[in-house]
């Protein structure tokens, strides 16, 4: 018998892909073969319907020397995942962008359970996300599970650092403010409030039954307002064990802007893609340029000068 939460979860993924979504999937499955055993849409562009920007995508494989076939990348991967890749895909006369992140469907069932230090992967897909693809249903089901249980890690941390009584949406702000101060970002404080607004019911139906899943008690006031039943000592507890997680995220995400610089496929094109988006800039780079982006950075960075696209 499916839990309530994995219903809950069933429903959005029943949902159908957006057309321009379902081309690029088609393009990374085909690249990707058997390998790939799960394919996720996730990020803004489904939050708000937009699909003429930047799509994103997670594809789970089974092995990493079979998505790319170099064995340093998949060494990279493993120590630090996910890695990152620029995609376009021509589609009906346009264009089709996206961002893929790539990492073992192993790493990512490690990556949402609530033990682990790296707050970004269960964080994320706790969030709006759908199943794009799955080889079959075992890895439907596998990718269901680890999605569920990224949703029962946010809303257990939620319980432990949300206020004491409130509604579902404080327990969600207060997550989201968290998981923001964990990592280096450049969007604003109310970040975590913008995105509980682009699904608020759904994320007040979410929570009950995942803090359920998640064994955290809980009494609903007849105003509807929630108490979890948790004591003093094992907020503290919490608390303590979040300022660790604080700490190592924001070195974990300078090690991946690193990690990135020398391992982002296709990064060079997403590069001039956002140049020209937001400047109008067309830029075209030699060869050697696009074999060696870091030593040619002063010199594009010259030249932008120059154009007056940088001051």
Do not use: C
């Not at 081309?23 to 990374?28: G, I, M, R």
């Not at 489904?46 to 003429?52: F, I, N, P, Q, Y």
């Not at 994103?56 to 991967?77: E, I, K, M, N, Q």
């Not at 707050?119 to 999605?147: G, S």
């Amino acid at each position: 018998m499916t839990d309530p939460l994995s219903t809950l979860i069933d429903q959005e993924w029943d949902l159908p892909l957006p057309a321009p979504a379902a081309a690029l999937v088609a393009a990374l499955v085909a690249h990707g073969g058997d390998n790939v055993a799960s394919v996720l849409f996730y990020g803004s562009n489904l939050r708000t319907g937009d699909v003429e920007g930047l799509l994103d995508f997670y594809v789970l494989v089974d092995s990493l020397t079979g998505w790319r076939d170099s064995r340093p990348l998949a060494a990279a991967t493993r120590l630090l995942p996910p890695s990152v890749e620029y995609w376009e895909v021509p589609w009906q006369g346009h264009t089709l962008r996206a961002k893929v992140a790539v990492m073992g469907i192993d790493q990512f069932v490690r990556s949402t359970r609530f033990d682990g230090l790296d707050t970004t992967i269960w964080a994320r897909f706790t969030q709006p996300v759908m199943l794009a693809h799955a080889r079959d249903a075992a890895a439907r089901r596998q990718v269901r599970t680890a999605v569920a249980q990224a949703v029962t890690t946010a809303t257990r941390w939620a319980a432990l650092l949300g206020p004491t009584e409130g509604t579902a949406r404080d327990y969600w702000e207060a997550l989201f403010k968290a998981t923001y101060s964990a990592e280096l970002r450049v969007e604003k404080a109310s970040r975590g409030v913008s995105i509980v607004d682009h699904a608020a019911d759904r994320y007040t139906a979410l929570l009950p039954p995942a803090w359920a899943s998640a064994r955290v008690p809980f009494e609903e006031r007849p105003d509807g307002r929630l108490h979890p039943l948790l004591s003093p000592t094992e907020r503290a507890r919490a608390a303590s064990a979040w300022a660790w997680r604080g700490r190592f995220g924001k070195v974990l995400n300078i090690a991946r802007l690193v990690k990135a610089a020398f391992t982002f496929t296709g990064g060079v094109d997403y590069l001039l893609w956002k140049l020209h988006r937001h400047s109008g800039v067309r830029l075209e780079l030699t060869p050697w340029q696009r074999r060696h982006p870091i030593l040619s950075a002063p010199g594009i960075l010259w030249k932008l000068k120059r154009m007056g696209v940088i001051r």
